[in-house]
């Protein structure tokens, strides 16, 4: 913990008690001076302190900002978000991630921006990244081969679906493989990527991006936002929480029990299984009704011929 973090801590503890300036600096060994520095150094962050020359110091007001000291605030997780590097603004959270992984950076390690510059899609595409959505990446070192990584994408849609429902109130639904919608429109993306030798996955990175409050005039046709959808007003420190919390919990059981055993799950919030959809995959474009995901990950079709299908990875554009 920085000094930062320990006097929010003390502050904490306090509750709605004044903590006089004498109070902290005994506690946490430094001089009176340094405790009002860093308590400027919060209130820049956005932290609102009330300072009375008799009683001292409260906290009255935190700010809904995704810096360490908020997402790790009760954050109930192990292993991911114990390490967290947070940023203004990034050209992409996944390619930041991918190189402190590359320099040997713990399993857990998050990186998280508040804007991103070049945001990544799958394929070369763009993700579009204005301030107010949430942009974060996740090092991953599960021990697995490169040929299961897809399900880990899979299985973070899953629990960043679980984590958008419960933070907004809102039918959110997975699109196979790694969209999260309501009512047809994108909120949500995922992009996993990897470092991988022939038969073990060295790491991956899992990259989240959705939009929160960010202007839905710069988001492509077929966007949407929480806040156009929800009747909630959405923390966007409680939801990355949710997600960080929701992705160990889901990739635990991946680990263990491999992913069937979260096949259900995935298929109660799926929007892809049951529809008519057409699939543009590397083999072109494939149209049929899409009957399930199989242990795989795979999405499995049965074309107008009645021939069933599997495809790995493609995008999938559901019929209406
Ligand atoms: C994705 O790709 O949906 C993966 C997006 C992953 C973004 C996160 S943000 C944190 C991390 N760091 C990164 O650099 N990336 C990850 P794909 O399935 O290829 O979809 C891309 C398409 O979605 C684009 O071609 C647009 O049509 C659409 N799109 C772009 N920005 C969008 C947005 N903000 N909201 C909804 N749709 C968007």
């Known amino acids: 913990m920085n000094i930062d973090d320990k006097i929010l801590h003390i502050f904490k503890k306090y509750g709605d008690a004044y903590a006089s ?22 209130r820049n962050l956005g932290y609102e302190i009330d300072a009375s020359p008799h009683l001292g110091y409260k906290l009255v007001g935190r700010p809904d900002r995704l810096i360490p000291e908020e997402l790790k605030n009760n954050l109930r997780t192990k ?22 992984a590359e320099d040997g950076a713990k399993e857990g390690t998050v990186v998280i921006a508040e804007k991103q510059k070049k945001g990544k899609g799958r394929q070369g595409r763009t993700w579009i990244s204005p301030k107010g959505g949430i942009y974060l990446s996740c090092i991953i070192r599960p021990d697995i081969e490169p040929r299961e990584v897809a399900k880990i994408t899979l299985v973070s849609a899953l629990a960043v679906c ?27 993306g995922i992009l996993t990527e990897m470092k991988a030798e022939q038969d073990k996955v060295d790491f991956l990175i899992v990259g989240i991006g ?19 959808e929800s009747d909630n007003s959405i923390s966007k420190v409680e939801l990355a929480k949710g997600i960080l919390e929701n992705l160990e919990h889901y990739i635990g059981i991946f680990k263990k029990e491999g992913f069937k055993v979260i096949r259900d799950e995935w298929r109660d919030l799926s929007e892809t299984i049951g529809r008519h959809v057409k699939v543009q995959c590397h083999e072109g474009k494939i149209e049929g009704q899409a009957l399930d995901v199989d242990a795989d990950g795979a999405l499995v079709i ?15 554009l559901i019929a209406h």
Do not use: Q
Not at 21 to 37: F, H, M, P, Q
Not at 167 to 186: Q, R
Not at 210 to 228: F, H, Q, R, Y
């Open 162 to 188: 679980i984590s958008i429902r419960k933070a907004a109130n809102v039918p959110a639904m997975i699109k196979w493989p790694n969209d999260i919608i309501i009512d047809g429109k994108k909120v949500c």
């Open 210 to 228: 959705i939009n929160v409050d960010n202007p839905a005039s710069l988001l492509p046709k077929g966007a949407t936002t929480l806040l156009e």
């Open 21 to 42: 300036g004498e109070d902290i600096s005994r506690e946490l060994g430094v001089s009176r001076t340094s405790i009002w520095k860093h308590i400027e150094t919060l």
């Open 79 to 100: 292993f991911l978000g114990k390490n967290i590097l947070s940023y203004a603004s990034l050209d992409s959270t996944n390619d930041t991630a991918y190189k402190l």
């Open 302 to 316: 049965r074309l107008d011929s009645g021939f069933h299908k599997r495809i790995l990875s493609g995008d999938v």
